[in-house]
């Protein structure tokens, strides 16, 4: 059966995420490691009791604590397959999720990992300005429409044929939420257009970060979220990278590849569930499950 490990992005942070881990050895030393970058204590941060000050928000959902969070948890339940004797055929990631997929693949190591997505979440936290909008059972047509007469607004995430994210300026995602046919509209509550072109200065700065980062050939394919083609080209797989902030996520070509290229599952390392669902819904040859923590393991 060939498999392919796939990986959830910015989003799929939930309290608590990290509890079930921390009984896998190494797993304290991980987080210590990236509390250590980050300034803050991340399993704290992830903890259930640590609400925010209306019993909404969270530090979680700040973006620079967020994507160091679901890096460290994914990266873990990697490297518990990897002692179980599991290896995918391929892999893949949804956003930040490609930097699992490229520490899964062999590309980097841990410590390369953790500093690359610490300094891509603060430039990321730091881009104020702008918004994103899910969209949900829309009129392909009309979209194509409306965004065909704008320059203030793109397709950030094409997830399905019925889902998609836009990113851009407010106004223009208050302008597109209220004629937009759709079952819904949901605004993302996050600090930027993320995945467009207004992300030019964040992504020219990691570029930079990117340059002087060795990259290694993958020991397995990888689909890449601005080119959903297999590679192990570890040079190829950097300069695709440089390209993701300001470029659409195309996860529904990703799917696509997994059909055409033979995956019977996918196997969603992380919390949410969202990547496994949009499979099952969309690939009817492919088997989707979920590992989320240490008990989906066995462990």
Not at 110 to 127: D, E, P, W
Not at 261 to 273: A, D, F, V
Request: glycine share 8%; charged share 15%; net charge negative.
């Amino acid at each position: 059966m060939s498999i392919a490990w796939i990986f959830p992005g910015q989003g799929s942070q939930k309290l608590g995420m990290a509890e079930d881990i921390l009984t896998f050895s190494g797993s304290k030393v991980r987080f210590q490691e990236a509390s250590n970058l980050l300034g803050k204590d991340l399993l704290e941060i992830c903890s259930k009791n640590n609400l925010g000050t209306d019993n909404v928000d969270t530090p979680l959902n700040n973006t620079e604590n967020t994507q160091l969070a679901l890096f460290v948890l994914e990266t873990l339940l990697i490297d518990i397959l990897r002692l179980q004797g599991s290896q995918p055929h391929m892999v893949a990631g949804h956003s930040l999720g490609e930097f699992s997929a490229l520490y899964a693949a062999g590309v980097f190591n841990i410590t390369t990992g953790l500093n690359l997505v610490k300094y891509r979440s603060q430039l990321m936290a730091s881009a104020n300005g702008g918004g994103m909008i899910a969209i949900i059972g829309f009129d392909e047509m009309q979209l194509k429409e409306l965004l065909a007469k704008r320059q203030d607004i793109v397709i950030a995430n094409d997830n399905s044929p019925s889902q998609v994210v836009l990113s851009g300026e407010k106004y223009a995602i208050q302008d597109i939420s209220k004629v937009i046919i759709c079952k819904r509209a949901i605004p993302l509550m996050v600090s930027g257009a993320f995945h467009s072109p207004f992300m030019h200065e964040a992504a020219t700065n990691f570029s930079q970060i990117l340059d002087t980062t060795i990259f290694h050939d993958a020991q397995i394919p990888v689909l890449s979220n601005v080119d959903p083609i297999p590679s192990c080209d570890g040079s190829l797989l950097k300069q695709r990278l440089q390209r993701q902030m300001t470029t659409g996520v195309r996860w529904r070509e990703t799917m696509q590849a997994f059909d055409y290229h033979g995956i019977h599952l996918t196997i969603e390392l992380g919390p949410g569930g969202v990547l496994g669902n949009l499979c099952k819904r969309n690939l009817r040859s492919v088997t989707s499950v979920q590992i989320a923590d240490s008990s989906d393991l066995g462990l």
